[in-house]
């Protein structure tokens, strides 16, 4: 019985078992979907009747499978605080939570519910390499997150130092100039805020022609991480045949 | 005769099958530019009739072909229900429809025409080695693309939860957050969309440091790929030599 | 005499010639640093005349230059039609049509005058490691040229059709959808134009997370066949060392 | 004794190096936050004592570390000129400037103790690596650095030429247009400034599709560059190992 739980579960390669999962990842799609359309204004009664039920059945599912999934588990307490147990249990939590508390905090507990969305993740196979790649690039990725920090700090207190007075509401203080210093060094540049004095503009000048490179970078060194771990997948592949 | 019009349509190391190809390109480019005039307001009546001869031109002269790569096809259904088989008929079905219908449709059949656009890639070579690339790297594409979306559904209900009171008609509803989402995780940033709440700057600033590197790391997995495709074509025309 | 004036112009391993190149690359500098001046409004006489002297004591000493560089050419028509021949020959010719033709033509001549911004390239080594990445990566990068191109217009096409109705200014034709489209293809995002109907934003939607990549994904192959030239170059110093 | 300060001060291999380490960097987060808390409007005036009284014990601190790493170095005068000897006095002098000096200019000295930022950098390994990718793809960063430069200014005049009569203001000059110029090559696009005559939108076009990639390109080497360090590094590890 447990082993037969267990396949239905955890084992992707039998046909009950795939079955199960694209079950379970349409139900979590239609749940993200629906919990989507709940937020439209001006719904009626009769649709919003509907959601809570669509959304009670997800509950029960989702709770039924995570008190299985503890079941079979070989152990259990490292499953419940496992990323994925953790992420299984906050995706039903906030439903038991919210009807036995006041309905105004219901809405920021909801948004907990978004957990669920991760648990798409899951099931995907890519996500390996991904790990490997994770593993190549940690250190680099620390570092320029740290520079990146700095990059951010300095270019904040730079730019209220040429701006606060030009601009007292936009650049108050040095924490209010973060707004603009990751908008701009990220390359967004939404316009709510840019710098009006010719000392700004000018400092501005200068950091993005050095740090957008550094916000960047990252993006380049997980991309070669990620062909590096393939050759590595490969490689091992290559050894395991011969 | 078969064998003839083979050579014209389908051989490019032939001076009249290389001929044909430039004479076809040239008339696409031609028949898009006249699109996108007859798009101008205020033509005068004797450009837009000046305009329909070209198209019907335009028209005639791709139905030709079309009816001729049917005939000297080898598997003609294969071709009618390939992906360009499909281009070359979709790019002039429309005309036809239109002849048949209301007027006033018209417009939105003719968008269709664009596909046209598509035939231009036909004619080039150096598109095998991005089809490698796209095998190299599919998986982590579409992981990629998959994380992408989770991201956006994410930072939308998460915009939405701190701005919709703020702003309930820019964050209505998650919906309408997922526009400011997509605007502001490629970096785009127009600007008609921005938190203004503390608490939406603050989760604009996270959501900024990680989510952008995830939209721009699949352009930098297609470029290490490319570069490796190369390398893989090099290693194949080397061992042909020996 | 020929030999000496030959060491001085394009001998860069002796003194002299070192010397002289700084001296030219010093002028060049100054000269497009007064070229920005004199585009300053409000500047009194004396200023402008000072401007006048320091722009023609530039011209005589790069006519100089000319006149020599032709003299000690083994291959004088080579180098006279050479890319750095017509830049040195641009870099000084509008000078001399501007004094014989009416003024007010002169400053659409004038902006001619930039060309020598390219000179500053002629002398740096590193760039022809960046020529052997070009010839590397040249197919591609065509390729994604023209795709970002049929990307653009498709783009823009789409756009027309969907905001044409509702923002009859900024949509007026498909040529005046462009400005949106590469704007927004290139991630720059404005902000003075942008869709504002629900079909507009949604076609925006999936632009956006197929086209970005399309228009990055160039820069990402020049980076890495960079990194492939320098392997090259150190692989062929190996070879002549052994 | 010295010998022991040493072990304190530069030794991260022993418990106490570490802690001490610890205790320092902690101090400069501690410090800067402090800085940006500062520059909060409103604060109460035993706040500020607060303030300035954690700021002196900082000051203090740093003072005794700066004393003390000059007395255990072996060369002191290269550790005084070394760039973190100039980060360290950098950190404390502008507190010691500010007490003998009229206190309006304060401030604009205040912005100098931001380099205390740099010193966060001193004790990160992961760094080695990063100056091994320097110095591999030194040449090629100089060269983007002087190609964008160039792409700057030529962009600049251009827009100049197009737009100077449409917007006197926003384009003034070349100087003015530099901040059109960067705020577009590098994708920020506050839309505060954007060219609004058809020449100006054509030549933006162009400018779009060519210099995008020149300023994103840097990023793409330093990312391959560090991917190369790494696998130098793990060569030479190998090579110790046999």
Known sequence: ??????????????????????????????????????TLPGLSDDTQA?????ETFCVVVFTLEYVLRIYVAQNRLKYIFSFYGLVDLLAILPFYLTTTMDLRALRS??????????????????????HIAARLVR?????FFLIA??????TSAGIYYFENEAQPESFASI???????????????????????VGGKIFTFFVLIIGVG???????????????ARQIEEGKEQEAEM
């Open 1 to 38: 019985m447990k082993q037969r739980l267990w396949t239905l579960l955890e084992d992707n390669s039998t046909p009950i078992g795939r079955n199960f999962d694209y079950f379970i990842q349409t139900l979590i799609f239609l749940s993200l979907f629906a919990f989507a359309v709940e």
């Open 50 to 54: 509907l959601l809570l039920a669509f």
């Open 109 to 130: 507990f909801r948004i907990l519910r978004l957990f669920r969305a991760f648990k798409l993740i899951r099931y995907n196979r890519a996500l390996k390499r991904f």
């Open 139 to 143: 250190e680099e990725i620390v570092l």
């Open 149 to 154: 920090l700095i990059m951010v700090y300095l």
């Open 175 to 197: 924490f209010h100039s973060f707004w603009w210093a990751i908008v701009t060094l990220t390359t967004v540049g939404y316009g709510d805020v840019y710098p009006v004095t």
């Open 214 to 228: 550094i916000v960047t970078i990252p993006a380049g060194l997980v991309a070669s991480a990620l062909s590096r």
